[in-house]
């Protein structure tokens, strides 16, 4: 059977944009421009995680290998899990790695959160 042949376009594609002034290349204005404040935000979050054994003993090296191999001792794999959770809002079954690992598997029991904001000049 021979291979089916595309039909030719029945009209040029466009080319492609280039800018036209020097102004349109170079970097955004600074927040002050546009009348906004720019603010540096520290979070800190201090949580509690319950973490069933059996998702600590699923980390062995072949889950080493194929995902994240600088993750070794429990502290290592709670703190990962914990993380991961907080940062991407996201359950155990949803983390690369986890996703044969039961929601009920890892859960943040209890959170602290702090927030220092500083204005930059």
Request: proline share 15%; net charge positive.
């Given at each position: 059977?021979?291979?089916?042949?595309?039909?030719?376009?029945?009209?040029?594609?466009?080319?492609?944009?280039?800018?036209?002034?020097?102004?349109?290349?170079?970097?955004p204005e600074p927040a002050s421009a546009k009348g906004k404040r720019r603010f540096q935000v520290i979070v800190t979050c201090r949580v509690e995680l319950d973490l069933d054994q059996a998702v600590i003993d699923s980390v062995d090296d072949g889950w080493r290998k194929r995902f994240y191999g600088n993750v070794r001792t429990p502290e290592e794999i709670a703190g990962f899990i914990g993380s991961l959770m907080v940062r991407e809002d996201v359950a155990l079954n949803f983390i690369d790695g986890f996703a044969d690992q039961p929601r009920a598997g890892a859960i943040i029991t209890d959170s602290e959160w702090d927030f220092e904001a500083k204005e930059n000049t």
């Open positions: 059977m021979a291979a089916k042949k595309h039909p030719r376009r029945s009209t040029p594609r466009p080319k492609r944009k280039t800018p036209k002034t020097s102004t349109e290349t170079t970097a």
